[in-house]
T-cell receptor
Framework: DQQVKQNSPSLSVQEGRISILNCDYTNSMFDYFLWYKKYPAEGPTFLISISSIKDKNEDGRFTVFLNKSAKHLSLHIVPSQPGDSAVYFCAASIQNNDMRFGAGTRLTVKP | DTEVTQTPKHLVMGMTNKKSLKCEQHMGHRAMYWYKQKAKKPPELMFVYSYEKLSINESVPSRFSPECPNSSLLNLHLHALQPEDSALYLC?????????FGSGTRLTVV
């Protein structure tokens, strides 16, 4: 049962432009959402998060938007940089227990 | 110390071997987790320990046996694994919001 879905396996963006990564979820009990960045052979690294009581959280070049009615969240990276190239996982949890991950989106930022 | 340390980084084991994966954190986090990640797949939750007690077991086969000796350590004992168990095994810890992940152990079962 895939409760967190990232339907785009890959995304390619030009340096300096905006990257938009999307994520959908099915469990309305999720109350906390996170984005992780992962390089090969490394563990996921926390990027940004948002609580279900908010609809936007911004940290530097990264902004996460949450649309609870649509059960959809997105990560915006602007401007995109080549160093942002990685696999991005969307994750969701209930009361910070058993975090569930999406399948990931491989972002490539071209110079 | 803001890291989760996993050892070994790589492990090759036969199907009749017994081995253990180790995870350590000194951030005072009271919840620790084991995830399994196959190539091009998301991390899948295996076990959750909360205050050193097993709180979630995601129907993991008994050939995987977790152990939490104290609040800083988490082990995963492996016995009679199958080749399909080859994967990256990730440990994570949390206190409050957000998890901290280790770099993982790349396990190959031959």
């Amino acid at each position: 049962d895939q409760q967190v879905k990232q339907n785009s396996p890959s995304l390619s963006v030009q340096e300096g432009r905006i990257s938009i990564l999307n994520c959908d979820y099915t469990n309305s009990m999720f109350d906390y959402f996170l984005w992780y960045k992962k390089y090969p052979a490394e563990g996921p690294t926390f990027l940004i998060s948002i609580s279900s009581i908010k609809d936007k959280n911004e940290d530097g070049r990264f902004t996460v938007f949450l649309n609870k009615s649509a059960k959809h969240l997105s990560l915006h990276i602007v401007p995109s940089q080549p160093g942002d190239s990685a696999v991005y996982f969307c994750a969701a949890s209930i009361q910070n227990n058993d975090m569930r991950f999406g399948a990931g989106t491989r972002l490539t930022v071209k110079p | 110390d803001t890291e989760v340390t996993q050892t070994p980084k790589h492990l090759v084991m036969g199907m009749t071997n017994k081995k253990s994966l180790k995870c350590e954190q000194h951030m005072g986090h009271r919840a620790m987790y084991w995830y399994k990640q196959k190539a091009k797949k998301p991390p899948e939750l295996m076990f959750v320990y909360s205050y050193e007690k097993l709180s979630i077991n995601e129907s993991v086969p008994s050939r995987f046996s977790p152990e939490c000796p104290n609040s800083s350590l988490l082990n995963l004992h492996l016995h009679a694994l199958q080749p399909e168990d080859s994967a990256l095994y990730l440990c994570a810890s949390s206190q409050g919001r957000g998890y901290t992940f280790g770099s993982g152990t790349r396990l190959t079962v031959v």
